[in-house]
């Protein structure tokens, strides 16, 4: 049985995105990681509250879930789940998305705290490529 | 009491610091208090973070240098060593 960890929820526009992104940050993770892409509003581009809703409890194993967005509207959808989520322990990462998936789901994956995978998932918008 | 314990690690052939062997690697890091840097050349990077080890670009059978400075720096690095045996 795996420990449980923090839970990453990936929310884009695009299916595609959210589900290679989740593939992704999944396999330099590890097994242990548990990263749940939302993504898509039906067969079109967009982003659906009922998608990220059934994302985060899937993603959710009682130790919190950071979600990680792409654009615009997508923060807006996970806003106004949040609103009704006042305890904290669903948290919305201001992060680009790429960097800032990997960085949460290895950092998730060793097992760190809910707000140690909010600021290392934040913590990239500085870091450079190469 | 502040130590500082190093080591050097030369990748196998095939595996480079990319990918799931660079998670492995945050991962091993990240269990320790100690500030833990790895070196590939020129550069440096901090071994907790997993977009600095990637930006590393350190290939399979290159060699890094890993440091650890805190007070379980010995622990931190015989845990590196540990990650480098997995990889053989």
Same mark, same amino acid.
């Given at each position: 049985?795996?420990?449980e960890v923090?839970g990453?929820?990936l929310?884009?526009? *695009?299916?595609?995105l959210?589900?290679g992104?989740a593939?992704?940050?999944?396999?330099?993770a590890g097994?242990e990681? @548990?990263?749940?892409?939302? /993504?898509g $509003?039906g067969d079109? !581009? /967009?982003?659906?509250s009922e998608v990220v809703? #059934?994302?985060?409890?899937?993603?959710?194993q009682?130790d %919190?879930?950071?979600?990680?967005?792409?654009?615009?509207?997508?923060?807006?959808?996970?806003r %106004?789940?949040l609103?009704h989520?006042?305890? /904290?322990?669903? @948290? !919305? #990462?201001d992060a680009?998305?790429?960097e %800032?998936?990997?960085a949460?789901?290895v950092?998730?994956?060793?097992g760190?705290? !809910? +707000?140690?995978?909010?600021v290392?998932?934040?913590?990239t918008?500085?870091v450079s490529?190469? | 009491?502040s130590?500082?314990s190093?080591?050097?690690i030369?990748l =196998?052939?095939?595996? =480079?610091?990319?990918?799931?062997p660079?998670?492995s690697?945050?991962k091993?890091?990240?269990?320790f208090?100690?500030?833990?840097?790895?070196s590939?050349? +020129?550069?440096?990077?901090?071994?907790?973070?997993i977009?600095a080890v990637? #930006? $590393?670009?350190?290939?399979?059978?290159?060699?890094?240098?890993?440091?650890a400075?805190?007070?379980?720096? #010995?622990?931190?690095? +015989?845990?590196?060593?540990?990650w *480098?045996?997995? $990889?053989?």
């Open positions: 049985m795996l420990p923090v990453i929820v929310v884009s526009h *695009s299916v595609e959210a589900r992104l593939q992704l940050a999944g396999q330099v097994g990681a @548990r990263v749940v892409p939302a /993504g $509003l079109l !581009l /967009g982003t659906s809703e #059934a994302a985060i409890a899937e993603a959710d009682g %919190g879930v950071v979600i990680l967005a792409d654009l615009g509207s997508s923060i807006l959808t996970i %106004g789940i609103d989520q006042p305890n /904290g322990h669903i @948290r !919305l #990462a680009p998305l790429v %800032g998936a990997v949460a789901a950092t998730a994956a060793a760190l705290t !809910l +707000e140690e995978v909010v290392a998932a934040e913590e918008r500085g490529k190469f | 009491m130590v500082s190093e080591l050097l030369t =196998p052939a095939g595996v =480079p610091l990319h990918a799931r660079a998670g690697f945050v091993a890091a990240l269990g208090k100690s500030r833990i840097t790895v590939h050349g +020129e550069k440096e990077a901090d071994a907790k973070s977009l990637l #930006a $590393l670009g350190a290939d399979s059978g290159s060699e890094i240098r890993v440091r400075e805190g007070e379980d720096a #010995a622990a931190a690095v +015989e845990a590196m060593r540990s *480098s045996d997995s $990889l053989q």
